[in-house]
């Protein structure tokens, strides 16, 4: 078997099965797996599973484990050369996995890959490729200055060398993820990712950023949630620096200020809340409820798209891989992207990299 796409999911239920939809698109020609392990949801995440997607491996746990015993689990019983470690809140374009497969082939060190991420609103995530968070560059970090944070010396459709990537999509040989001891499960959530992409950078193997295919994250956090991350954040930091250096007076401070002015800061407007936009469904067969919940505007084409529009993407009508490109094409103009995953009475997406994904049924 090739691959293994291992996916944790915690009370993400539909972004989770849009997920698996792009993933099963992605797999069609390829000896794989997809692995689903979830941390206790009490949404449904579970029946859905084994209803809709009855091929997929299901582990269900009793308590929330956490990001990393929890792919550690998973990857235990997984049968794939290659692992891909997976957010359920991500959608991958159809040639995601046998484009990346191709390149790891012709690598002779290969270290973890990692790909181009956007968000909602199709805007470039630039955590899809970081440096090592040294001391001063993790103060600055959290003080609002990330420019060092990211690895910005790579272009964002490059392919290149990078130290460390985001664990919402991370691929590897599944010899190197254990030789490697799994994820560090000194991490609860926030920071294993860091840790993992150093450990691989450390032993001398070349991790690779990958950006000829891109996988859109919805991610978001409010200003509150922010804050929150931060704390989380830090407490990460402090065990990398602990497993890897020596602890640091000055990043302690640093933190606990940074926390102290997120805290203070106003909320991040997400989108012009004064621009009434309008309800479009791009779609070539629009589904009756939809129609009758939102009554949107309906074009069959792309070529039709205005600005000031909530556009409402038809999974059954166009690829995964188009909507992808439509959205990243889009992204200067002031629209609000959703997407109908196919056969189903509900809508998903986020307005910006900032705003909480959003579920709409019907």
């Known amino acids: 078997m090739k691959l293994s796409v291992v996916i944790l999911n915690y009370n993400v239920r539909y972004f989770l099965e849009l997920c698996l939809q792009s993933v099963e698109a992605a797999l069609k020609n390829i000896s794989s797996e997809i692995i689903v392990i979830d941390n206790n949801s009490k949404d449904g995440s579970g029946e859905m599973v084994k209803e809709k997607f009855p091929s997929v491996v299901l582990i269900e746990n009793n308590s929330n484990l956490g990001f990393s015993k929890a792919n550690n689990q998973a990857v235990q019983i997984a049968k794939g050369e290659y692992v891909c470690i997976l957010n359920p809140d991500t959608v991958v374009a159809e040639d995601t996995f046998s484009s990346i497969l191709n390149f790891a082939e012709k690598q002779t060190n290969l270290g973890i890959i990692g790909c181009r991420l956007i968000d909602g609103s199709g805007k470039y995530l630039p955590e899809s490729k970081r440096n090592v968070p040294l001391v001063d560059i993790a103060i600055k970090k959290v003080l609002g200055n990330s420019k060092a944070y990211y690895a910005n010396h790579v272009k964002a459709f490059d392919v290149a060398k990078v130290e460390v990537l985001v664990g919402a999509f991370m691929l590897l040989k599944r010899s190197l993820y254990n030789s ?183």
């Open 180 to 362: 490697l001891g799994g994820f560090d499960e000194d991490y609860f959530m926030y920071g294993e990712d860091i840790d993992f992409s150093f450990k691989s950078f450390k032993k001398g193997y070349d991790n690779y950023y990958f950006g000829q295919t891109s996988v859109i994250h919805y991610k978001g956090e409010s200003t509150l949630r922010n804050a929150i991350y931060l704390k989380r954040f830090y407490g990460a930091m402090q065990i990398f620096y602990r497993k890897h250096f020596q602890s640091n007076a000055l990043f302690d401070l640093g933190v606990f200020l940074g926390i102290k002015l997120m805290i203070l800061c106003k909320p991040l407007k997400h989108y012009n809340s004064e621009v009434n936009y309008q309800v479009v469904l791009v779609s070539t067969n629009p589904s009756t409820q939809l129609v009758e919940k939102l009554n949107p505007k309906v074009i069959t084409s792309f070529s039709e798209v205005e600005n000031n529009t909530e556009l409402i993407l038809d999974a059954s009508s166009f690829t995964f891989k188009s909507i992808i490109d439509q959205i990243q094409s889009f992204k200067d103009k002031d629209l609000i992207f959703k997407i109908q995953p196919n056969n189903c009475s509900y809508i998903v997406g986020s307005n910006s990299a900032d705003s909480v994904g959003d579920v709409i049924q019907f």
